[in-house]
């Protein structure tokens, strides 16, 4: 875990299915700030479901253009950012978002990450006969990569969203000398 200081924004990192968006969403209301999912924007952009962007590009391009997004946030104040988690985050991803602000890493269990992805249908990332310990080979190899540049580490597993979302709120203010 690192420490920051004054930071501009949050930016919220995690794999798929974690709870990114949900927390994000809330944060951002509590904060009177804005909110940015950057799978939305992806998609928006592309025209194409995420699993699709994949399919037809490829992996190269995928992360190039997460990243391109990621990276048109500098320069921006008052956001809350919920980082893409399809795919392992990248040298690039990991050096913008500690560039972009505050970063929280936000985990949960194998089997809620792998329900979660089960319902949303994300079968690229996330093959249909996957099982608990393919999703926890996966949450194990990223951990470092998560943990690293993460400020504080939130398994939602062990809260609501509310609660989630007032702790971090709290660590942001204490951070940004509220």
Known sequence: MTEQRNAANIVLIGM?????????????EALQYEFVDLDAELESVCGLKLSEIYRRYGK???CAEEELLLAKQRGRTGLVIAAGGAL???????????ELGL???????AETIL???????????LPK?????????????????YQEGA????????????????KIAA???????F
């Open 16 to 28: 798929m299915g974690v709870g990114k968006t949900a927390v994000g969403r809330l944060l951002a």
């Open 60 to 62: 190269i391009r995928f």
């Open 88 to 98: 392992a985050p990248g040298e690039k991803e990991r050096a913008l978002w500690q």
């Open 103 to 109: 970063v929280i890493w936000l985990s949960a269990g």
């Open 115 to 125: 329900r979660r992805m089960r319902r949303k249908q994300n079968r690229l990332f």
């Open 129 to 145: 006969q996957a099982t608990v310990e393919d999703v926890q080979h996966i949450l194990d190899e990223r951990a470092p990569l």
């Open 151 to 166: 400020a504080l580490a939130i398994n939602l597993d062990n809260y609501t969203l509310e609660q989630a979302v007032g």
């Open 171 to 177: 660590f942001y203010r204490k951070n940004q000398g």
